[in-house]
């Protein structure tokens, strides 16, 4: 079946680093856009970076830009989130999304990033 897994959140101090995975089975990967969100307490859920099927195009929200990179391995089957400077204001859930079109998508289940000294 489709699976969208999430790993590598966790507890950072301000100006700290993490690199969120996201592994992928049970489709053609290759064939979809991935796309990071994130939802902090309270918020609704953002878009936070996007990239395209081929890797050739990628989005980032002007919150992250410069701090932030999205990368995909497509051997691997598995889409990253490199995150610098982090912010007390990254705090969230951060969920991993595949995409084909508007009505084919799939959602990882969510990994937690809190920045707190």
């Known amino acids: 079946q489709v699976q969208l897994v999430e790993s590598g959140g966790g507890l950072v101090q301000p100006g700290g680093s993490l690199r969120l995975s996201c592994a992928a089975s049970?489709?053609?990967?290759?064939?979809?856009?991935m796309r990071w969100y994130r939802q902090a307490a309270g918020k609704q859920r953002e878009l936070v970076a996007g990239?395209?099927?081929?890797?050739?195009?990628?989005y980032y929200a002007d919150s992250v830009k410069g701090r932030f990179t999205i990368s995909r391995d497509d051997a691997k089957n598995t889409a990253f989130l490199q995150m610098n400077s982090l912010k007390p204001a990254d705090t969230a859930v951060y969920y991993c999304?595949?995409?084909?079109?508007?009505?084919?998508?799939?959602w990882g289940q969510g990994t937690q990033v809190t920045v707190s000294s």
């Open positions: 999304n595949a995409v084909r079109t508007v009505t084919l998508a799939y």
């Open positions: 049970g489709f053609t990967f290759s064939s979809y856009a």
């Open positions: 990239i395209s099927s081929t890797g050739g195009s990628t």
